[in-house]
């Protein structure tokens, strides 16, 4: 039987029994550092701190390796390509941590450290970032050069190991006449480790996608201006890792244990002295594992303050609780849409983003998919419900992903971990409107926001990521996938068009109508995340 099938059977009011657990622990050190902790962009702290923005975090088993699990993590949102002559450096006073549990106490397991080192040879000479054509990453005339030391700690963070120390990072994207040949320089900037580990540090295109276009009087005013990719051509800095299961797996067996879940987190000195020098330690500024939760989930008074806890205070907070129990985007929907909103509490939201799904949590989807729970060897009485992006490493790749993950019957999508094609706004506002708790996609908002994939094609090889752009970032329409099924699920319903928007019999064969489907499935959710997206992507042109 398909997930799919199995996420329609549901318990009823068990899944209460977490959502008691969660709330009835109380509030406790969820403050930020006085020092002054940064975060994800959506939080009010992070805007003066891009360098350790993670503006998004993937986790997928490797399909060219599938004994292998990838980890992408994106830093710097909105990187405009031609933001020279400095371009976009990871900091090198910062630490980046991928954090891996696979026991369930919402504590890491395996922790993946990098820190950055830059080489600047350009001195009073010149302001160029190199200054002639770069044919391989040790050409002269690249003038600015980074490299990353990586330690590994198996026994949660008590002792570290240097694996690799002064591994290049591939540089920012100047343009053809700089770089004439940068699938060159990306390839030499793979770094290959004992053990099957292969790394990757440097810049790519921005993998996320979706369109919110929602400030132009939504979408136009008349609905016409859908189906466009907000962040098409834009780049970030992405650190890429692939390890065997075998390093993240508990016990080092992924037969018996092959749930995980994953997130990282940035680090910054305490106390950051102007013009160079720290003191005092350093202090999380940063914390990113399923998209969008801290956007759209956590209210406004505790996005920096979720940004500097760890997983195991998340269950120990019951506004944050609350917020997934009974969220507000459906609510947003049904006042502008008239679509209504699914009952409270959502232990359905609960199973997805703090226990992952599992029938052993007594909640309402009655399935097994990626919750540490189910690993073969975990105590049960450790377990700590938190917000982690989990994983189960048995699910087999599939030959033709589809991009709407779990919801539509595809095991190894979104939220079993996340690949690059996994369209989560799309996913997370069915899910949101309750198609993870009946097991159907919410018809009215099948078409989503008509951006159902990125602009570039990915790799089908490590790192998977397509090249950074050298044009002008923004504005680029997604193309279509042939042969796929961009919206499953049914049909749409006209009796839900957003009121106002009167349609025009112009011989369209309905496609004002349908736009306005489109907008029903991105609107309610558009205006939420509207302030945090613009802040969180258009930092860099305030900085440029």
Do not use: C
């Not at 959502?346 to 997805?352: A, M, P, Q």
């Not at 097994?368 to 729970?373: A, F, G, I, M, R």
């Not at 009167?502 to 907008?519: F, K």
């Amino acid at each position: 039987m398909s997930l799919r099938t199995r996420l329609s059977q549901r318990r009823g009011p068990a899944g209460l029994a977490v959502a008691a657990l969660l709330v009835g622990a109380g509030l406790y050190g969820l403050g930020p550092s006085t020092a002054g902790a940064s975060s994800h962009r959506e939080a009010p702290l992070i805007a003066a701190d891009p360098a350790v923005d993670n503006t998004d975090l993937y986790a997928f088993v490797s399909p060219d390796r599938q004994d292998y699990v990838t980890f992408v993590a994106n830093f710097i949102p909105f990187e405009e390509p031609n933001g020279g002559p400095n371009f976009y450096p990871f900091a090198t006073d910062a630490t980046y941590n991928i954090n891996v549990d696979n026991d369930g106490d919402a504590k890491p397991d395996s922790i993946f450290r990098f820190r950055f080192k830059t080489v600047d040879k350009r001195g009073n000479n010149t302001f160029l970032y190199n200054n002639g054509p770069v044919t391989s990453l040790d050409d002269e005339n690249l003038l600015v050069r980074q490299m990353y030391t990586l330690e590994s700690s198996f026994n949660g963070g008590n002792s570290f190991k240097t694996r690799v120390t002064g591994a290049p990072v591939a540089p920012s994207r100047v343009g053809n006449a700089s770089m004439p040949d940068y699938n060159t320089l990306r390839d030499q900037a793979i770094t290959q480790l004992p053990g099957g580990w292969q790394i990757f540090a440097g810049q790519a295109d921005d993998p996320f996608f979706l369109d919110l276009r929602i400030f132009d009087l939504l979408y136009g005013g008349d609905l016409s201006e859908t189906g466009t990719d907000t962040v098409a051509g834009y780049n970030v800095n992405t650190i890429v890792l692939q390890v065997p299961f075998k390093d993240v797996a508990l016990r080092g067996d992924a037969t018996r244990n092959p749930n995980i879940g994953i997130w990282t987190t940035t680090e910054r000195p305490r106390v950051r002295i102007t013009g160079g020098g720290s003191s005092g330690g350093r202090v999380q500024v940063s914390r990113l594992g399923n998209p969008l939760v801290n956007e759209v989930v956590v209210p406004a008074g505790l996005k920096d303050a979720f940004n500097a806890s760890r997983p195991d205070q998340d269950g120990k907070n019951p506004v944050v609780v609350k917020r997934v129990t009974d969220p507000e985007v459906p609510k947003l929907i049904q006042a502008i849409y008239n679509i209504p909103a699914p009952a409270t509490p959502r232990n359905d939201l609960v199973e997805i983003f703090l226990t992952g799904i599992t029938t052993k949590a007594g909640g309402p989807i009655k399935a097994d998919l990626n919750s540490q729970l189910n690993n073969a060897d975990v105590n049960p009485n450790r377990f700590v419900p938190s917000e982690q992006l989990r994983l189960n490493l048995s699910v087999p790749v599939t030959d033709q992903p589809n991009r709407l993950g779990v919801l539509a019957g595809d095991n190894q999508g979104f939220p079993n971990g996340r690949r690059l094609t996994d369209d989560v706004l799309d996913i997370e506002i069915q899910a949101l409107e309750g198609a993870a708790a009946t097991g159907q996609i919410v018809d009215a908002l099948a078409a989503g926001d008509k951006v159902d994939q990125n602009d570039q094609a990915f790799g089908d090889t490590f790192p998977y990521l397509a090249l950074p752009n050298t044009d002008k970032g923004g504005g680029a329409a997604a193309p279509a996938q042939p042969g796929t099924d961009q919206t499953p699920g049914g049909s749409p319903n006209p009796s839900l068009t957003p009121a106002g928007f009167q349609s025009q019999d112009d011989g369209s064969s309905g496609t004002v109508a349908a736009a306005a489907v489109g907008v029903a499935a991105t609107a309610g959710l558009g205006l939420l995340l509207a302030a945090w997206f613009w802040r969180r992507r258009s930092g860099k042109a305030a900085d440029a």
